[in-house]
């Protein structure tokens, strides 16, 4: 076999992902996603993950209570997560109190338009995925044009959701404060 040629599309994905920056990235925001699921109903309706960057996870409490008593199980939460993931990609948590996103009650969903899945793409910003996708290879190319795809109608719906452009990277993210988590992190 030919050690130039990957074995597998998902190794050359992930290699294309790690050229390109993105690998690490995609793994924190998975890893916030299984949060809800990780934690359980009760912590998750009192803490949520507001940003992950460098291993350290950001996470919102309803009130430092909250916060105090998440941080006694600071290490069983990051164990348990880094299970679900398969690899040792949380190193720490850090809990503050403020305002939790608001989330829709159990069995009503929010009315706010369209999911991110069903955004529709205009034929610009198809184009502009369709050439990134091409310089991947003919191996990589599908797969790298469903990750763009996915990540521009996440960003198209997010807008129309009203998310706030940070006014130093240009990032989008919730809430009113003109300064997106990461780069208040990076202040600190």
Same mark, same amino acid.
């Given at each position: 076999?030919?050690?130039?040629?990957?074995?597998?599309?998902?190794?050359?994905?992930?290699?294309? !992902?790690?050229?390109?920056?993105?690998?690490?990235?995609?793994?924190?925001?998975?890893?916030?996603?299984?949060?809800?699921?990780?934690?359980?109903?009760?912590?998750?309706?009192?803490?949520?993950?507001?940003?992950?960057?460098?291993?350290?996870?950001?996470?919102?409490?309803?009130?430092?209570?909250?916060?105090?008593?998440?941080? !006694?199980?600071?290490?069983?939460?990051?164990?348990? /997560?880094?299970?679900?993931?398969?690899?040792?990609? /949380?190193?720490?948590?850090?809990?503050?109190?403020?305002? /939790?996103?608001?989330?829709? !009650?159990?069995?009503?969903?929010?009315?706010?338009?369209?999911?991110?899945? $069903?955004?529709? /793409?205009?034929?610009? $910003? !198809?184009?502009?995925?369709?050439?990134?996708?091409?310089?991947?290879?003919?191996?990589?190319?599908?797969?790298?044009?469903?990750?763009?795809?996915?990540?521009?109608?996440?960003?198209?719906?997010?807008?129309?959701?009203?998310?706030?452009?940070?006014?130093?990277?240009?990032?989008?993210?919730?809430?009113?404060?003109?300064?997106?988590?990461?780069?208040?992190?990076?202040?600190?």
């Amino acid at each position: 076999m030919n050690p130039k040629i990957p074995e597998n599309m998902g190794g050359l994905l992930s290699r294309i !992902l790690d050229t390109m920056g993105l690998g690490a990235r995609l793994r924190e925001f998975e890893l916030m996603s299984l949060w809800d699921e990780v934690v359980g109903e009760q912590l998750s309706g009192a803490a949520q993950p507001e940003f992950i960057k460098g291993g350290r996870m950001f996470v919102v409490t309803k009130n430092s209570v909250w916060s105090n008593e998440l941080n !006694l199980y600071k290490g069983d939460i990051i164990s348990r /997560l880094n299970k679900r993931m398969g690899a040792e990609i /949380l190193k720490d948590i850090i809990f503050k109190a403020g305002q /939790l996103p608001k989330k829709a !009650l159990p069995g009503k969903e929010e009315q706010k338009g369209p999911s991110p899945k $069903e955004i529709i /793409l205009s034929e610009e $910003e !198809l184009q502009e995925i369709e050439e990134t996708a091409s310089k991947a290879g003919p191996d990589a190319g599908e797969d790298v044009k469903r990750l763009l795809t996915a990540s521009a109608k996440l960003e198209k719906w997010k807008r129309k959701a009203g998310w706030t452009p940070c006014i130093k990277c240009g990032g989008l993210h919730r809430g009113e404060n003109s300064i997106c988590p990461f780069c208040r992190a990076g202040e600190k």
